[in-house]
């Protein structure tokens, strides 16, 4: 049985304040959630110490959005994964279409950064997505199974279940239309046979796959009625509490 997984990746938004009060609403308002589903908040790394504190013990994991591959040195910038782990993070995002397309990361180097987060410990967010000209060139399918494929190059069936997948298609992406049920369940199915196909059947059945893209209040619960929507990766509207703390809700109250 899988247990949904909802993630709030507030992006390059907030400030020290209102990060922490994000923080503490969104304890708040899912902890009494946290039974059935696990969640996690993902603060720009400045606000990391601070939302940590600000979590305590409500059980509200703590991700990164981004990491370096590298443990220490002259890299200028750049975040390691102890050091991550040394703000109490728990999991990190990898690979969001935002570093693939604005900042040109390659799945070279997401393959690197996934492979050093699960060896240090963490728990690694791995998104993958097509774009809009992808999908309306029938596309999707081979542009997902590469970012798969190339991402979680050499990584074993047994460090593979560290990760979850994130399906976040970029045309939803912030644009307030979301994929709908039957296009993310489609691309789900497949991340998972794929899955079946490069590791085994037991990985395919556990491995928790979100759907991220223009998530909202209004729209969760039907996406996570799908069979193989394991939850949600959400921008925009994890940054109201309240909003948040509703798709948490809708993915808890998931049909089996
Ligand atoms: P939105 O929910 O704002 O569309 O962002 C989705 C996303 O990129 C989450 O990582």
């Not at 000209?133 to 593979?160: C, D, F, L, P, Y």
């Not at 998972?192 to 893209?213: S, W």
């Not at 009625?225 to 509703?246: C, E, I, M, N």
Request: hydrophobic letters at 45%.
């Amino acid at each position: 049985m899988r247990k949904p997984f909802i993630g709030g990746n507030w992006k390059m938004n907030t400030d020290g304040k209102s990060a922490v009060e994000l923080a503490k609403a969104v304890a708040q308002k899912c902890q009494q959630l946290l039974s059935k589903v696990d969640v996690s908040v993902c603060p720009p790394f400045v606000y990391l110490s601070a939302v940590k504190n600000a979590l305590g013990s409500s059980g509200i994991g703590l991700g990164a959005q981004d990491v370096y591959f590298e443990a220490k040195g002259a890299f200028t910038g750049e975040i390691s994964c102890q050091m991550l782990k040394d703000v109490g993070c728990k999991y990190v995002i990898i690979g969001h279409s935002e570093r693939r397309h604005v900042i040109k990361e390659t799945d070279a180097i997401i393959n690197k950064k996934l492979i050093a987060a699960i060896d240090a410990g963490l728990l690694p967010i791995f998104c993958v997505g097509e774009l809009l000209e992808e999908r309306k060139a029938g596309k999707t399918e081979s542009v997902v199974k590469e970012q798969i494929q190339k991402g979680m190059a050499g990584i074993t069936a047994q460090k593979a279940k560290a990760i979850t997948i994130a399906y976040e298609p970029v045309w939803a992406i912030g644009t307030g239309l979301n994929a709908t049920p039957q296009q993310a369940q489609e691309v789900h199915l497949m991340i998972r046979q794929l899955i079946a196909v490069m590791y085994n059947k037991e990985l395919a059945e556990q491995i928790i796959i979100q759907y991220g893209g223009s998530v909202k209040a209004d729209n969760a619960a039907e996406l996570a009625g799908q069979p193989d929507v394991d939850g949600f990766l959400v921008g925009g509207a994890s940054l109201k509490a309240d909003d948040f703390a509703a798709i948490v809700k809708a993915a808890a109250e998931k049909k089996k």
